[in-house]
């Protein structure tokens, strides 16, 4: 089993960063990508950002081109989402998840993922 573990979420105010941080515990060859997704209250999960373990071609929602920025630690096993410019419509509790396909932006294409780290944002 793979788990997954978020941090760096918390209360700041409009304009301010944050930096999310996910950790997995094993990389296995079942997992090629790694993304971040979030979700406000009222609305469905929606995908935010997407990066592979090997390359560098990053998807990001249009709402947060930008303004964030996904990294990652091939070392460490990590992925981070750098969030800049934060708008009170970021907050939103953000999931970490991984999963073979290429570029995925769905949720039912990830089969792992974390239990999600509260960001809000106030005005």
């Known amino acids: 089993q793979v788990q997954l573990g978020e941090s760096g979420g918390g209360l700041v105010q409009a304009g301010g960063s944050l930096r999310l941080v996910c950790t997995a515990s094993?990389?296995?060859?079942?997992?090629?990508?790694m993304a971040w997704f979030r979700q406000a209250p009222g609305k469905e999960r929606e995908f935010v950002a997407s990066?592979?373990?090997?390359?560098?071609?990053?998807d990001y929602a249009d709402s947060v081109k930008g303004r964030f920025t996904i990294s990652r630690d091939n070392a460490k096993n990590t992925v981070y989402l750098q969030m800049n410019s934060l708008k009170p419509e970021d907050t939103a509790v953000y999931y970490c998840?991984?999963?073979?396909?290429?570029?995925?932006?769905?949720?039912?294409?990830?089969?792992?993922w974390g239990q999600g780290t509260q960001v809000t944002v106030s005005s």
């Open positions: 990066i592979p373990w090997s390359g560098s071609m990053t």
């Open positions: 998840a991984a999963g073979s396909l290429s570029r995925a932006t769905m949720t039912r294409q990830y089969p792992y």
């Open positions: 094993r990389r296995t060859y079942l997992i090629n990508t």
